[in-house]
């Protein structure tokens, strides 16, 4: 099978390191240097006798001028996580496979997350903010919830929602979900217990917030969730800004000086200049760290390169998407 790498040149290197291309062109025939949209866009012959395109982050738009160039086109492998601006109705009518490394990519952001769950339970960035402004050592004992018997909220089993539900099973906290869109069933097995979006606010000592950015969730979480939250309780957000009301989470940021939101997203993003999240000292913001940097990004390549290996010995892919999928996915 003829095989062509088109994605951004800036992020090539690291999702498909040589490693892994040495990898892929054992299976493979690879066609040309890699390539960008852009450089695609000035001559589509490239394309006549692609079996399957390798792609990642600032992939191609599959619409109908690229495919009727690629009358051969099989099967694309975007080793990234969202699809949207990628797949086209034109390709489910082609009938052509799409796969993605949208699980590779929740890893580091199920670690990231797990990793601010348990530091919220110690109360940890509190006791940064008291450190950095007065020199201010708090007395032992500590009030904090610690992860023995403390409650975490998990909002949408999306994959890394179920992810982090998952870690949440090896520590002794109770865990609550909040998705309609799950069975019970699927609840239990997580370990966890179904609850309605208030309830996740008022019972969780840390809330983590896991919803795809679709325009039913578009300013899901209000300020009136956010000022239900339990004494010295933390948000976290790595999900998307826009999720968040943010002009009423700040109101409530200011009023409850002792709950913290640690925000990896914002919306817009980063923040404008003038933003009073930068300003207030209950708010942690990070660089939409979460999701896959450096090195992490060769593990979606490494999936992709898996995938590959499944379909060109003709087995059943693990990462496949439908269209129906598609339609839940951010």
């Not at 865990?175 to 097995?189: A, L, W």
């Not at 179904?194 to 000592?205: A, K, N, P, Y």
């Not at 976290?236 to 943010?246: D, H, L």
């Not at 995938?307 to 003709?314: A, C, G, H, K, M």
């Amino acid at each position: 099978m003829k095989a062509l790498y088109i994605m951004s040149d800036q992020s090539f290197s690291l999702v498909y390191p040589p490693n892994i291309r040495e990898a892929i062109e054992k299976l493979v025939e690879v066609q040309t240097v890699p390539l960008t949209p852009a450089m695609l866009r000035q001559d589509y012959t490239v394309l006549q006798d692609i079996d399957i395109i390798l792609s990642g982050w600032g992939g191609p738009r599959m619409d109908h001028e690229l495919l009727q160039h690629a009358p051969h086109l099989k099967a694309v492998f975007y080793a990234a996580g969202s699809l949207k601006k990628i797949v086209t109705e034109a390709m489910w009518e082609r009938k052509i496979v799409v796969t993605n490394a949208v699980t590779a990519n929740a890893i580091p952001v199920m670690e990231f997350t797990l990793s601010q769950i348990l530091f919220s339970l110690k109360n940890g960035w509190r006791f940064v903010r008291d450190i950095q402004q007065g020199n201010l050592y708090s007395r032992k004992p500590f009030d904090i919830a610690g992860a023995f018997g403390s409650t975490v909220g998990i909002i949408s089993l999306s994959t890394v929602g179920r992810g982090v539900s998952q870690l949440l099973q090896s520590f002794d906290v109770n865990t609550i979900v909040y998705d309609p869109f799950v069975s019970e069933e699927q609840v239990k097995k997580l370990g966890a217990k179904r609850c309605q979006l208030e309830d996740i606010f008022q019972l969780s000592d840390v809330v983590s917030l896991h919803t795809p950015l679709l325009e039913e969730t578009r300013g899901l979480i209000r300020g009136a969730h956010l000022q239900q939250l339990k004494q010295n309780a933390s948000f976290i957000n790595t999900a998307r800004g826009a999720i968040v009301r943010e002009d009423e989470m700040i109101e409530v940021l200011r009023q409850r000086k002792d709950i913290t939101a640690i925000l990896d997203v914002t919306e817009p993003e980063p923040p404008e200049p003038h933003s009073p999240l930068y300003e207030l000292p209950n708010v942690v913001l990070t660089p939409h760290l979460a999701g896959s940097q450096g090195q992490e990004c060769a593990r979606m390549g490494y999936y992709m390169l898996l995938e590959l290996e499944r379909y060109v010995n003709n087995q059943p892919l693990q990462w496949q998407v439908s269209r129906e999928e598609l339609l839940r996915q951010a």
